[in-house]
């Protein structure tokens, strides 16, 4: 963060607020060689890293992240430690993230062709734990902004139930 930004808005007129998006950096464990299908997969981390580095740097009035922050899936063996090591780091570095849950964070929809597990009650709450809400309204520069959690939307899962009725 102390390092000045890659980007250069001198040219760019003044804006009422800025918000960076960031998705999918799938975050790969470097001991945890299991999800490295192919080669490039271990340049991952790095180019995700570099991402939010980047994002930090421009002193944005909101950083969302579109879900998928790490590669493995919440019911894989690595993905605790994967997510922790994540989550650290982003309150560390990112106090002001806002997440938007992606199937590598919480699960997925019931469906057999899905390579990840349906959410479950159990890493939802840890995802919340970790995070906060996995559905909630931000405004920025006076919009406001809604985020739904599309992982439990038409499920059986209580907290899809709360979200309809939220």
Same mark, same amino acid.
């Given at each position: ?8 808005? *001198? @040219?760019?007129? +003044? $804006? %009422?607020?800025?918000?960076?998006? &960031? ?33 930090? *740097? @421009?002193?944005? +009035? $909101? %950083?969302?992240?579109?879900?998928? &922050? ?37 699960? +997925? ?58």
């Amino acid at each position: 963060m102390g390092s000045p930004s890659a980007f250069d808005r *001198s @040219l760019l007129p +003044d $804006a %009422l607020a800025e918000i960076v998006i &960031l998705a999918d950096t799938h975050e790969v464990r470097v001991d945890d060689q299991s999800t490295v299908e192919f080669a490039s997969r271990k340049k991952q981390s790095v180019r995700a890293k570099r991402a939010l580095e980047l994002a930090a *740097s @421009l002193s944005s +009035d $909101a %950083l969302v992240h579109l879900g998928d &922050l790490v590669q493995e899936y919440p019911d894989g063996p690595g993905f605790d430690a994967a997510f922790g090591e994540v989550e650290q780091r982003l309150k560390r570095h990112h106090a002001q993230l806002r997440l938007v849950a992606g199937n590598h964070d919480v699960g +997925d929809k019931p469906d057999l062709r899905m390579p990840t597990h349906p959410t479950t009650a159990a890493g939802l709450n840890a995802l919340h734990q970790a995070f906060g809400r996995s559905w909630y309204r931000f405004e920025v520069a006076g919009v406001a902004a809604y985020v739904l959690n599309t992982q439990i939307m038409n499920t059986a899962l209580a907290a899809g139930v709360r979200q309809r009725k939220w």
